[in-house]
């Protein structure tokens, strides 16, 4: 039976590994490192289930929060939805199994990595100069793009696993075969006729505690050292200008980007694209070259870095000169009803509360027979959330008139001197119980009714001031200037 070849990653020495002083010697039986590894993963079970108790006291559970019914995913018997899993929450000895998994099968990753290292790199420049040659064809002629992958799995993938199953035969001659003695030509050529010859190439995971698992830690190590790096990189670069710490460069940088979308969506059907992407790709894959590396960061440092300073301090300069910022914070106006209502016996007007609405007849609330909401004092009302007080004191809006306009509240008199207030209408069909006449009847019904009936009164516009009866509630407006509130960093 044919055994199937393990994909070997690297042909580099296996890295060292420092262990700590009474841990340091080997034992020279294979029997004993087994039977400690099966005493080891025994005690691991115990303390992986100890430290699985500790963290599910720390870590919250996903599953505790309960999703709305619209937002939960659906099931197979429902159509509404599509089937999913649920993700299983932390734990370690599932973290554990899949950190020796994943680090099993990356070694193909880490393979491919390196091989792209060496070529970018001029390891082998007849390599380099192919890639750059493809390269070429592919941007003077887009259309071969597609072309590109299927190319790449017949070269790559298909032929050399054909190969790998007829190898060529044997090109040195043994002692049966004497440099006097005859043979066929065909022994010297490579023919694919005939059954397969070897085994299939196939990828496996490598085993662990081997060569392969240890280069795979090693390189899984040092990559998540050179993201950081990166991720560091990129983030002292790019976050300090874009995220308007200081608001005149992100703001220049901001409309140097405007426009220069403005300019490449004019101007881009006009770029020679293909050119632009050839000597891009060139330019790149000859920047790796050893000797023009080392001449590029030569030039860099006693040209381009001086220049590059000064270029940057022009642009603060001109950030810092040409935009201009608001300095102070925006403010806006808000609003607070005072609202009171009449005694019934007295006669006299009592405090009520404060409200965000006027709780005029015709309001929602007043409709449903809800008490209005607010607070009791002024010193209780608040500013909104994100907002601060800019002024220290209320003002009364001596415009009763534009306010009620604009709300078109009817039902109501306006008091256009005094303390400005807006009273309701008093309402005599308000308190009665019963069949009440319709006020559209004839005339006769009317003057029979003699008063009993519907009698409607003046409106505000109608009337003047002391002509009509007011009803149970009085409210006036009173107005305040807040502020942004500065958020802080905590």
């Known amino acids: 039976m044919e055994e199937p070849r393990v994909f070997v990653n690297r042909d580099d020495p296996i890295p060292t590994i420092a262990l700590n002083g009474s841990q340091a010697e080997t034992p020279s039986r294979p029997k004993g490192l087994r039977g400690r590894l099966s005493a080891l993963k025994g005690k691991a079970n115990i303390q992986d289930h100890l430290v699985e108790k500790l963290l599910q006291q720390v870590i919250p559970v996903d599953g505790e929060h309960v999703q709305p019914e619209d937002e939960r995913p659906g099931d197979g018997n429902n159509g509404g939805g599509h089937a999913t899993t649920e993700r299983p929450n932390f734990n370690i000895t599932t973290m554990s199994v899949n950190f020796r998994r994943f680090n099993a099968r990356i070694g193909v990753v880490f393979v491919f990595q390196e091989r792209v290292e060496r070529l970018l790199s001029w390891h082998q420049p007849t390599h380099t100069l192919s890639f750059l040659a493809i390269y070429t064809f592919v941007c003077l002629d887009p259309y071969l793009l597609p072309l590109l992958p299927l190319a790449v799995l017949l070269v790559a993938v298909l032929i050399p696993s054909f190969a790998a199953r007829h190898p060529d035969p044997e090109m040195s001659l043994n002692s049966e075969h004497a440099p006097g003695g005859s043979a066929p030509y065909s022994y010297y050529s490579s ?265 409607s009164g003046p409106s505000w516009e109608e009337g003047e001031d002391g002509d009509v009866k007011r009803g149970e509630w009085r409210r006036r407006r009173w107005v305040r200037l807040v502020k942004r509130k500065r958020i802080s960093d905590s």
């Open 191 to 455: 023919s694919p006729r005939g059954p397969p010859l070897a085994p299939a190439v196939t990828v496996r995971p490598a085993k662990e505690l081997s060569r392969d698992f240890f280069r795979n830690m090693r390189d899984l190590q040092n990559s998540m050292e050179d993201f950081s790096q990166l991720h560091d990189a990129v983030v002292s670069l790019v976050v300090p200008r874009t995220n308007f710490s200081d608001e005149a460069l992100s703001s220049a940088l901001f409309a140097a980007l405007f426009a220069a979308c403005l300019v490449l969506s004019i101007a881009s059907a006009a770029l020679p694209w293909r050119l632009i992407f050839l000597a891009a790709g060139w330019a790149a894959t000859c920047a790796g070259h050893p000797a023009v590396a080392r001449a590029l960061e030569s030039t860099h440092r006693t040209h381009v870095r001086p220049q590059s300073e000064r270029a940057l301090g022009l642009v603060a300069r001109w950030a810092a000169d040409d935009i201009i910022l608001d300095g102070s914070p925006e403010t806006r106006e808000v609003e607070i009803f005072e609202l009171q209502r009449l005694s019934p016996g007295g006669g006299e007007w009592e405090p009520w509360l404060f409200s965000a609405s006027p709780y005029d007849p015709l309001s929602p609330a007043r409709i449903a027979g809800e008490k209005p909401a607010g607070a009791r004092f002024f010193e209780d009302v608040l500013p909104p959330k994100g907002w601060e007080w800019s002024e220290k004191k209320w003002a009364l809006d001596l415009w009763s008139r534009e306010w009620v306009e604009e709300r078109i509240i009817t039902g109501v008199e306006i008091e256009t001197e005094g303390e400005r207030w807006v009273y309701d209408i008093y309402d005599e069909n308000a308190d009665r119980v019963g069949v009440v006449e319709d006020p559209a009847g004839g005339a006769k019904g009317n003057k029979e009714k003699s008063g009993k009936g519907y009698v």
